[in-house]
């Protein structure tokens, strides 16, 4: 059996091999660089830079300071458990904080990775495991979950109905779609607006920490805020499956002739919906910070991240930081390690 130290020290060498390999991955063909090229293969949303971008806020999660710090404030109470991941494929290795988290529980986790993120979680999850080679006794990858004891699942809207239809009878957390919205006072320097356009742009937008509304002032000019993101145009606009949606979205709008406003990669579209399809975002005007505060409130189970430099309910997210959750900031809010140990 494991010790927690022992399970802690696995994930801390997992952290420090990546923190060195993410300096010249490609040096190594053998290793982490030669993985990031199969992923690219496998699903060409999963860029190379996307897919560092992701393993650098991994390592950051698996520094010793902020995984003790973490780990102190629960009572870790080892038992014979088994636990269901179902995990998404949206943004390169999503799942590995649950992964992270149940096996620090002390817990097995059997894992149903998704189609399109198989490859990183796979090297993540073999690697541990030469780190520490008790864990192959705790983890498994399957195709298809059978009479877990616990199930954590994350889907779409639709797939969550499914979930919490076959796993009623088991302890579980269903995960839906969740998305983030920015606030813009009209104040911000072009700076700022460029570290916003991180959050937007990141992964293609395809993650729940990715903004994808913007709260903006009445009479907002949108000119500087263009300006202050075009240089993410050199990437996005070579990359072919963004740009497709970008035409077939511009297509729609004209034929709908819904009015949109564009440069030459972003649709902005004034709408009261939070999610918005790639390459497209929603904008909504306010008037005064209760405005703020009654749709964020109101729309709060459908908010991964509210990114803002001003505080609106208080929990607001730093322009450009949203891709790098610290290992306490829980999808959706629910602190999943509490809910594994107590289950």
Not at 78 to 104: E, Q, R, S, W, Y
Not at 146 to 157: F, H
Request: charged content about 20%; glycine content about 4%; hydrophobic content about 40%.
């Amino acid at each position: 059996m494991l010790t927690l130290k022992e399970r802690i020290n696995a994930f801390i060498a997992l952290g420090d091999f990546l923190r060195n390999e993410t300096q010249a991955p490609y040096n190594n063909q053998k290793s982490l660089g030669a993985v990031i090229q199969k992923a690219v293969m496998a699903n060409s949303w999963f860029t190379a830079d996307n897919q560092l971008m992701a393993i650098k806020a991994l390592t950051q999660m698996l520094k010793p300071d902020s995984l003790q710090q973490w780990i102190d404030g629960y009572m870790i109470n080892d038992k014979d458990c088994v636990v269901g991941l179902i995990m998404a494929g949206n943004i390169p290795a999503v799942g590995f904080h649950d992964f992270l988290t149940v096996l620090v529980s002390g817990r097995k986790a059997v894992i149903k990775p998704s189609s399109t993120d198989s490859v990183l979680m796979q090297f993540l999850a073999e690697k541990l495991i030469e780190f520490e080679p008790r864990f192959i006794s705790l983890i498994e990858f399957v195709d298809k979950l059978r009479k877990p004891d616990v199930v954590i699942a994350t889907g779409s809207d639709n797939s969550a109905l499914y979930f919490e239809h076959y796993f009623k009878n088991i302890p579980h957390i269903i995960r839906k779609n969740r998305n983030s919205v920015a606030i813009i006072t009209g104040n911000e320097t072009k700076e700022e607006l460029s570290d916003l356009g991180r959050d937007i742009f990141s992964y293609f937008g395809m993650g729940c920490r990715n903004v994808s509304k913007l709260m903006v002032p009445e009479g907002y000019d949108f000119n500087m805020f263009f300006e202050s993101i075009q240089h993410y145009g050199e990437s996005l606009m070579q990359h072919s499956k963004y740009m497709n949606n970008y035409d077939y979205y511009r297509a729609v709008f004209l034929m709908e002739q819904l009015p949109f406003l564009t440069n030459n990669f972003l649709h902005l579209v004034e709408d009261s919906k939070i999610a918005s399809p790639v390459s497209t975002l929603h904008y909504q005007h306010y008037t005064s910070d209760n405005d703020l505060q009654q749709f964020l409130t109101f729309n709060l189970e459908k908010i991964q991240c509210i990114v803002s430099n001003k505080p609106i309910l208080g929990e607001e997210v730093h322009f450009g930081q949203t891709q790098f959750p610290s290992v306490s900031d829980y999808a959706d809010g629910v602190d999943t390690l509490e809910f594994i140990l107590s289950a």
